[in-house]
C-alpha cells in the first residue's frame, strides 16, 4: 500500500485530492493546523462514505511556518509521495499579508523539500505552482517554457517555490515535480474566490436570501477548469519515470463577466440588475490575460481536460442551489447531468 503525504489536505485540491488517493488504495496522510474550530468540512465525508475507507486517513497536526515539526513528521511517516498544496492561496490577500505569504508559500515549500533531504525520505514530491507566476504575461498562450512575470505577493511566493523545487531536484536527484495550474474550481471553492461569490450569490439571490454582488475588475480573463480533473494531473505526475514540469490548464480564456453571465442565467436572472462595483475588490497590479497550453501534459501524462467552462459554471451554481436549500448536492460526473 502506497502512503502519500498531502499539505493543505483541509482546501479545495487536497480533499479531491485524498478522495482520488484513497479510491486508488493509498493510505493518505495530511497536514492541518491547530484551530479553536474545526476546519475538516471538506473531507469529513470520507469517514462517512462506505466507498471510501476513513481509516486509511489520518489527520496530524503541523505548520508550514515551523520546520522542525515537519522534519519529525516527515521522518517518521517515511511517505512514498508528498503533495505540497499547503499555501496563503488568496492572490488578492496577499497584498494585505505580504510577508506572511512569502513565509509560508514561498519558504515553506523549502521547509517541506528539507525536511525530505534531511530525513533521508526518498519520496516524490508534487510541488503546487500557479498561473499566477505569468502574471504580466510574456507569450500567449502561456507554455512551461514562457517566462514568469509575477504581479502579486502570491505569484511571487510561488515563482520562489517553483524554483525551490527544480534547486531540489537538480542539487539532490529529488523525484520533484511542478505542476502550473491554471484556476480550476469546483463547489468546494472557498467563499472568498470569486467564482464561488459568484456562483452562491447567484443562488443565494435567486432563493431571496441575497440581494445584490460586490465584484471588482470584470474584465480579468481566466483559463477556468474542475479541480477534481486537475488533482489527476497531480497524481499523473508523480507516476512517472523522470519528475518534470507541467502547464495545466484548458486553453480557453474567460472574463469575469462571462461568468457572471452564466451563473446568472443558469437561475434566470439577468446579471446587470444584481452587480455593483467595488473598488476594494481591485488588485494593486492586476493579471490581465491567463491562458494556458497543455499540450506537454496532453502528450507525456494522457491528460487532457473534459469539464469545460459553461459546464463548470452549471456544476457550481446549481451545487449552491441545491446547498443553500439543504438539498443533497447533484453528482456532476453523471452524463445525464449536462443534458438537464
Known amino acids: 500500500m502506497k502512503k502519500a503525504l498531502i499539505t493543505g489536505i483541509t482546501g479545495q485540491d487536497g480533499s479531491y485530492l485524498a478522495d482520488l488517493l484513497l479510491k486508488k488504495g493509498y493510505e493518505v496522510h495530511g497536514i492541518i493546523r491547530r484551530a479553536s474550530t474545526f476546519n475538516t468540512a471538506r473531507i469529513d465525508h470520507i469517514y462517512s462514505d462506505p466507498h471510501v475507507n476513513g481509516v486509511r486517513l489520518f489527520l496530524h497536526y503541523g505548520d508550514l511556518a515551523d520546520g522542525v515539526n515537519l522534519v519529525k513528521l516527515i521522518y517518521d511517516l517515511k511517505p512514498d509521495e508528498v503533495y505540497h498544496l499547503g499555501a496563503q492561496s488568496h492572490v488578492r490577500v496577499s497584498f494585505d499579508i505580504p510577508e506572511y505569504t512569502g513565509d509560508v508559500t514561498g519558504i515553506g515549500t523549502t521547509r517541506i523539500l528539507e525536511a525530505m533531504r534531511e530525513g533521508g525520505v ?25 517566462p514568469f512575470w ?10 520562489y517555490a517553483y524554483w ?12 520533484a515535480s511542478n505542476g502550473i495550474l491554471f484556476n480550476h474550481e469546483s463547489p ?15 443562488a443565494a439571490i435567486k432563493l431571496g436570501k441575497q440581494k445584490e454582488l460586490y465584484l471588482g ?33 484548458t486553453n480557453e480564456t474567460h472574463t469575469v463577466q462571462e461568468f457572471v453571465e452564466h451563473a446568472f442565467a ?13 473598488a476594494r475588490y481591485e488588485r494593486p497590479a492586476e493579471v490581465d490575460l491567463l491562458i494556458g497550453n497543455a499540450a506537454k501534459a496532453k502528450k507525456q501524462l494522457d491528460w487532457e481536460p473534459k469539464v469545460r467552462f459553461p459546464e463548470l459554471v452549471k456544476i457550481m451554481v446549481d451545487a449552491d442551489m441545491a446547498s443553500l ?3 443533497p448536492v447533484p453528482d456532476p460526473l453523471t452524463p445525464a447531468y449536462f443534458a438537464a
Open 164 to 175: 525551490i523545487t527544480v534547486n531540489y531536484r537538480e542539487g539532490y536527484g529529488m523525484h
Open 150 to 159: 509575477p504581479r502579486s505577493p502570491y505569484g511571487a511566493a510561488k515563482m
Open 188 to 202: 468546494r471553492r472557498g467563499e472568498t474566490f470569486v467564482t464561488r461569490k459568484i456562483s452562491r450569490a447567484a
Open 325 to 327: 436549500q439543504g438539498l
Open 217 to 249: 475588475n470584470l474584465d480579468a480573463k481566466r483559463d477556468w477548469g474542475y479541480a477534481p480533473e486537475y488533482v489527476e494531473a497531480m497524481w499523473l505526475m508523480l507516476q512517472q519515470d523522470q519528475p518534470d514540469d507541467y502547464v495545466i490548464a
Open 266 to 278: 443558469r437561475v434566470d436572472l439577468d446579471w446587470k440588475d444584481y452587480i455593483k462595483y467595488d
Open 122 to 146: 526518498n519520496a516524490r514530491f508534487y510541488q503546487a505552482s500557479s498561473s499566477e507566476m505569468f502574471g504580466k504575461v510574456q507569450a500567449v498562450p502561456q507554455t512551461e517554457t514562457t
